[in-house]
């Protein structure tokens, strides 16, 4: 898969266990669900889900039947649902390793969501209707985004980043730190830069530059990026080096940044992000922006922030809201017959 290929899928499954009291699952439950298949482009991925109770603890997994498929991230969501319509979430996860953790020898992932008797309490006893439990579960599988792999030529680059050798032109970032590079490889990796070096070329022929909009320790991975393929530490920078992966049009930074972003994706920080996805046009990040929102409204409506979200995108996520309403009015019915 080339990094230009990025797909995304999402499902949701509905299992219903019967028979479900204190005592049959205090005597150990180990239940599989059918399978089902989530088709991530070109992949055909195979799951099942695993409920088992052990040790008075219950124990949630996904089940992974097929390994034929490219590194990917996931996100997995378990409700537990009661006749009445309300939803006690036990579980939400990211899996942002790659996708060899599941070997065949270790095929399952998952966590424990709870102590048996915590579950069945007093509280939660509207999660079991006519001895039925019934599980609701999201799977959002997506494509991983990785860096350039090296080869002899990026290898032979990185000796020369951020070295004065051979060098032909510094750049001065708004800090004022200095970087000497070598006009030749930033042209070849960037039409902008090829466009600024040629006219540099024919009017002063500066041998500096100053770069108002970029700060130093952004330069740094940008110009890392550059000449050997790599970044450090992206997750604490991404969503200042996609500005200059977007003005320079260096398009593999910018979809490593967009990655990055997705990954760290977080109710603190879906405001601020949602902003950048609208304003680079990374839809599949947009999305994902807007989901989140819509699953924790009220936690963000009355962010200062909030008010600074552009009508557009208000719009977009009340097309959201609306349609995930009409989806959960749907469950909802599907679950009484």
Not at 37 to 47: A, D, H, I, Q, S
Not at 113 to 127: A, P, T, V
Not at 298 to 317: G, Q, R, T
Request: proline residues 1%; charged residues 30%.
């Amino acid at each position: 898969m080339s990094n230009s290929d990025r797909y995304i899928a999402k499902t949701k499954i509905l299992w219903k266990i019967n028979n479900v009291t204190l005592e049959t699952l205090k005597n150990g439950v180990n239940l599989y669900s059918s399978d089902f298949k989530v088709l991530l482009g070109p992949n055909e991925t195979e799951w099942c889900l695993n409920f088992l109770c052990d040790d008075d603890s219950i124990y949630f997994y996904l089940h992974r039947k097929t390994f034929k498929i490219d590194d990917f991230i996931m996100n997995q969501k378990l409700e537990i649902r009661g006749s009445d319509a309300k939803t006690k979430r036990f579980y939400e996860g990211n899996e942002n390793e790659e996708s060899n953790k599941y070997t065949e020898d270790e095929p399952s992932w998952g966590l424990e969501i709870g102590m048996i008797q915590d579950i069945l309490n007093e509280e939660n006893k509207y999660l079991i209707d006519g001895h039925t439990l019934t599980l609701w579960f999201k799977l959002t599988l997506r494509t991983k985004i990785k860096p350039l792999e090296s080869n002899v030529l990026l290898l032979n680059y990185a000796k020369l980043f951020n070295s004065i050798d051979y060098s032909d032109f510094t750049c001065i970032s708004s800090d004022g730190k200095e970087f000497p590079v070598h006009s030749n490889i930033l042209a070849a990796q960037s039409p902008v830069f090829d466009k600024m070096f040629k006219a540099n070329m024919s009017e002063s022929k500066s041998k500096s530059g100053k770069f108002n909009d970029i700060d130093g320790d952004t330069f740094l991975e940008f110009l890392r990026f550059i000449y050997t393929g790599q970044v450090e530490n992206l997750e604490d920078i991404a969503s200042s080096v996609i500005y200059a992966a977007d003005k320079y049009e260096i398009i593999e930074l910018k979809k490593l940044c967009a990655e990055s972003l997705m990954e760290n994706l977080s109710v603190e920080n879906v405001l601020e992000i949602l902003i950048l996805a609208d304003h680079f046009n990374e839809k599949l990040l947009l999305t994902e922006c807007i989901e989140l929102i819509v699953e924790n409204y009220y936690d963000l409506k009355d962010e200062e922030s909030w008010k600074s979200i552009e009508a557009k995108l208000m719009k977009m996520v009340m097309d959201i809201i609306i349609e995930q309403c009409r989806e959960k009015i749907t469950e909802f019915n599907n679950s009484l017959k």
